[in-house]
């Protein structure tokens, strides 16, 4: 027996969430022309590990703007790589890991073309992309939802996650992959792809503004009231 995807009371507290969040922070909407193309996604996940997304919208574009094409990246040398990452957090790791998943890519379609998960189930191109080295569900996620693909998938950083722990949505040790898994059934059916990346957007501000990873400030937190760190706090 299916369940009604709005029955869950979770669901209300995510609407709630993301009115609270809107009112407090204004609309954060990701304008089409900022739609990436997906492979130039997944590159932006692939490098980005502890990374701040200015620096790794950077050197994706400096990587593609420089070698032309995504088969020239892949044969380019681990150093010549590395050497052009110097903005990540962790140059060396992401250049192995680059070359590796577009190496994986041109193995597995002759070249480094995604095309191909047009025409699959979102759960189904999320897990193709899964088996690629340096992809986990954060990433999938990303390529399926932020890109011009736009597929509802959820996006879950950090942030997002310890926001979820701490409101009482998901599991306290949950980690991305089981929070993904558990919020997609619950999520308000009426969400659009852009909603979606809007509230995890909107999440991801919270989580850099009061719920911060040592110190929440719950006092002055937008959803103190809908939150059970929150509320105990109070």
């Known amino acids: 027996m299916q369940l009604d995807l709005g029955s869950d009371p979770r669901s209300d507290v995510l609407r709630r969430t993301q009115a609270e ?4 922070f204004g609309r954060i909407i990701r304008p089409p022309e900022k739609r990436r193309d997906p492979v130039w996604v997944l590159v932006h996940g692939v490098i980005g590990a502890q990374t701040k ?9 400096g990587l593609i703007a420089e070698y032309g094409s ?27 890991r680059l ?9 597995a379609r002759g070249a480094v073309d995604l095309l191909h998960l047009t025409d699959m189930e979102t759960a189904e191109a999320m897990a193709w992309l899964e088996q690629l ?3 986990a569900r954060k990433n999938s996620a990303g390529v399926m939802n932020a890109s011009t693909f736009e597929r509802k998938a959820m ?3 950090g942030h997002h996650r310890r926001i979820m ?10 980690d991305t992959a089981k929070t993904y898994d558990a919020l997609i059934p619950i999520l308000p059916e009426e969400w659009s792809a852009a909603d979606m ?19 929440a400030e719950c006092e002055a937190c937008p959803v103190q009231k809908i939150c059970e760190t929150g509320r105990k706090s109070a």
């Open 53 to 61: 997304t200015a620096a790794s919208n950077a050197s994706t574009d």
């Open 99 to 107: 070359k590796d998943c577009l190496n994986a890519i041109i193995a």
């Open 197 to 215: 990346d809007e509230h995890h957007l909107l999440l991801k501000k919270l989580g850099q503004t009061f719920c911060r990873p040592r110190r």
């Open 133 to 135: 080295p340096g992809v």
């Open 155 to 157: 996006v879950i950083d």
């Open 70 to 96: 995504w088969e020239a990246v892949a044969a380019a040398p681990v150093a010549d790589l590395e050497a052009r990452l110097q903005l990540q957090t962790f140059p060396t790791v992401a250049a192995q």
């Open 21 to 24: 969040l809107i009112a407090a």
């Open 165 to 174: 722990q701490r409101m009482g949505i998901v599991p306290s040790k949950a």
